[in-house]
Every structure is written in structure tokens, then in C-alpha cells.
């Protein structure tokens, strides 16, 4: 199987797709790499619908590919392999900050980690497999969403009802801490809390004032007084704003808060705590908006078992597969609830979401037989 796989063609594919920019609020960008997937597949003989964007948002792209498997289960639950084509990284960032290059076992540039080195790797390992006339047990389908940076507001619907048929689902973000890969993450919650209180003189009136930031500072203290790390929780006040001048009683301020639990129970407890908290100050009003994003998963019986079967293939391959939790969030959160999910099974990299981002060319060509070799033998 080895000698079959061309490692500068999935090299070649990998730069073709950095090569187009895609961050997510662009919807032309995200339109030409849209496009860009759709050919590569459609050109093995993959069937792929394009399922419109909307809210300002790119299109999504589910690939299916049953020709491999039984007939009689062509249209049954299969294996849904989840990745996204948006990067976090604006237009102008492959010619300034990080261009794509090539140096020793490094492949950079924008989005070569996160994630479209695992994008197009689930991508490499499906051709391969019909170049090979190979045969899965299930028929594959990759659903590939262009907002994931930015909470796959658009795209949830679509990953949910897609996990529903499935029996699996396999996440190519990127590898972790050296190649393992992820069986829990943490839920994700985000608030904004908003005081507003009343304007003042400072110097000659200011007791006539009532001030928000005063409250948002007390606010700031029981938030950050919520983090219990025996729980894995984390409540973290990130972004403060308010006031006009210093010789202004502050009539308006808020915070931003980033909040990461370990698991959808205490996910309901935290929301619940936060949205209870009541103003300080007499005559300011407190208002607090949001709730969780992604949901917190943790290493079910089901996602046990399909990482212990993934690591015997590894081993057979010839690498170790060892699995973490992480406290990053990623489309596996919407999943992992409704059917057994393995994610980080892209490529090995380093430095996402920054001007040094790159893969490990090295990465490539074990975690693309990984992929086929679930595709082979999951059932």
C-alpha cells in the first residue's frame, strides 16, 4: 500500500488549497475554496452537494462516497468524517506574514495546520482508495463547513443531523502535543455582562453618579471566583470595556468571559450560576447575554472503544497513538454526544492561528493510512 501513495501529490494538493485564502467572513474566499474541494472530489468520482451558506456565511460541502462498501449499506449509517475549510487568518496573509514554504519537515502557511492539511488528508485517503479498488464496510460521507472558526453558527444543524446517521465519526482537526489525538474536550460558554448606571461629574458631582465600572469590577471577582479546577471548570474574564474620561462618573462598562467545562452536567450548572448573578450597586441595572457554545464531552464507553481499535492500526502502521483530552473546542463537541467521535486525526503541526503555522511533512503520509485503515475496517 505504501509504494502506492505519492506523497508530493498530497503535498501538491495541500499548497493548491493554502494557496486560497478562506477566512471565514470573507464569502468569495470562502466560495473559491468551496469550489476548489468540490473539484478535487468530483474529480475521483465522488458525489458532493453543496449546501447553501447563509447569514453572511460560505456553503458547505458534503462529499459521499459508497461505491467502495456493500450495496446493502450504501444508504445505512457510515462513517462521517468532519473537518472545516474556513481559517481564522485574513486575506494578504500568505503574501506578508506566513507564506507557504517548505523547509526541512515543514510545510507552511495559512490554514497548513488548521485545518485544511486535514481537510484534504481524509480527502487523499478516500482517492487512494479508489485508485486502489480497496473496500470499506460502510460508505464514508465528509462534511466540510465553512464557519468553524467562528462557532459553527450555520453549519450545527447540518453536523448534527449528519452524526445521526452515523455509526462514527472521525474529526481530521489537527493532531495534538506531537501527533496524539483527542477522545474529550471541554465544552465551551461564552457571556457578555453589561452594567449600566448613571453619569456624573467627577469632581463636583460625583455623588450623584452611579458607576458601572464599580459593578463590572464586583462582577469581575465572583466570575473569576467561580474557576474550580478539581472540576475542570474555568471561568475567565477576558475583555473589559467602559467609561468615556477620568473625570467622568462611568455611566456604561462591560466584560467579555470565556467560561470551559468538562461535560454538558456542569455546563447547565455554570450557565445557570452565571445568568444568577444580580447587580452590587444600587441603581444599576445589570444585563448578561450568552450561554454555552459547544457542549463538553468526555471519553464514553463507545469513544473508548473506537480509540483502542484505532490504536491496534496504528501500531500496525508502525506509530503509537496515544489520545488526550484538550480544552480546545471543535465540531467533535456537537457530536461526541450522539455518536462515537475520535478527533485530531489531521496532521501533526504547530503553531495554528498564528504567522508561524505549518505542519510536519513527516505526519502525512501515517495519519493518511490511519484514515484509510478506519475507513477499511470500521463496521
Known amino acids: ?73 450504501a444508504d445505512g449509517p457510515g462513517i462521517l468524517v468532519l473537518s472545516h475549510l474556513d481559517t481564522v487568518h485574513p486575506i494578504g496573509t500568505l503574501a ?19 485545518m485544511k492539511g486535514g481537510t484534504y488528508l481524509a480527502l487523499a485517503a478516500l482517492r487512494q482508495i479508489a485508485r486502489e479498488g480497496r473496500t470499506t464496510r460502510l460508505p464514508i460521507r465528509h462534511l466540510m463547513v465553512s464557519d468553524e472558526e467562528m462557532g459553527s453558527t450555520t453549519s450545527r444543524e447540518h453536523i448534527e443531523r449528519e452524526a445521526r446517521r452515523a455509526k462514527y465519526v472521525l474529526v481530521t482537526e489537527p493532531a495534538r502535543s506531537g501527533g496524539k489525538i483527542v477522545t474529550a474536550r471541554k465544552g465551551i460558554a461564552s457571556f457578555t455582562l453589561t452594567a449600566q448606571g448613571a453619569p456624573a461629574h467627577a469632581g463636583v458631582e460625583h455623588h450623584l453618579g452611579r458607576s458601572a465600572i464599580r459593578e463590572i469590577a464586583h462582577q469581575i471577582l465572583a466570575l473569576e471566583a467561580m474557576t474550580d479546577y ?29 467560561v470551559r467545562m468538562p461535560n454538558p452536567a456542569i455546563g447547565v450548572e455554570i450557565v445557570q450560576r452565571i445568568r444568577g448573578l444580580r447587580p452590587c450597586t444600587p441603581d444599576v441595572q445589570l444585563r448578561i447575554e450568552g450561554g454555552v ?73 501515517p495519519r493518511m493510512r490511519l484514515l484509510m485503515r478506519l475507513f477499511e475496517t470500521l463496521a
Not at 488526550?324 to 478527533?343: E, F, Q, R, V
Open 1 to 73: 500500500m505504501s509504494a502506492a501513495i505519492d506523497l508530493d501529490d498530497i503535498l501538491s494538493g495541500i499548497q493548491r488549497w493554502i494557496a486560497i485564502e478562506s477566512p471565514t467572513d470573507i464569502p468569495d474566499a470562502m466560495a473559491r475554496m468551496a469550489a476548489q474541494a468540490q473539484a478535487d472530489y468530483e474529480a475521483f468520482g465522488a458525489r458532493v452537494e453543496r449546501i447553501p451558506g447563509r447569514d453572511g456565511f460560505g456553503d458547505h460541502l458534503l462529499a459521499t462516497d459508497d461505491r467502495h462498501c456493500p450495496p446493502e449499506s
Open 96 to 114: 506578508k506574514d506566513n507564506p507557504m514554504r517548505i523547509e526541512g519537515d515543514r510545510l507552511y502557511g495559512p490554514g497548513a495546520e488548521d
Open 230 to 258: 478539581a472540576r475542570e471548570l474555568t471561568v475567565n474574564v477576558g475583555l473589559v470595556r467602559g467609561g468615556t474620561r477620568s473625570n467622568v462618573v462611568p455611566e456604561w462598562a462591560s466584560v467579555e468571559v470565556d
Open 293 to 365: 457554545n459547544r457542549p463538553g464531552y468526555e471519553k464514553t464507553p463507545g469513544i473508548a472503544a473506537l480509540y483502542e481499535h484505532a490504536k491496534v492500526l496504528a501500531a500496525e502502521i508502525g506509530f503509537e497513538l496515544i489520545d488526550l483530552k484538550t480544552g480546545g473546542g471543535s465540531d467533535g463537541n456537537y457530536t461526541a454526544n450522539i455518536t462515537p467521535t475520535l478527533d485530531g486525526l489531521g496532521v501533526d503541526g504547530d503553531g495554528g492561528h498564528t504567522h508561524e503555522e505549518r505542519l510536519y511533512i513527516s505526519s502525512v503520509i
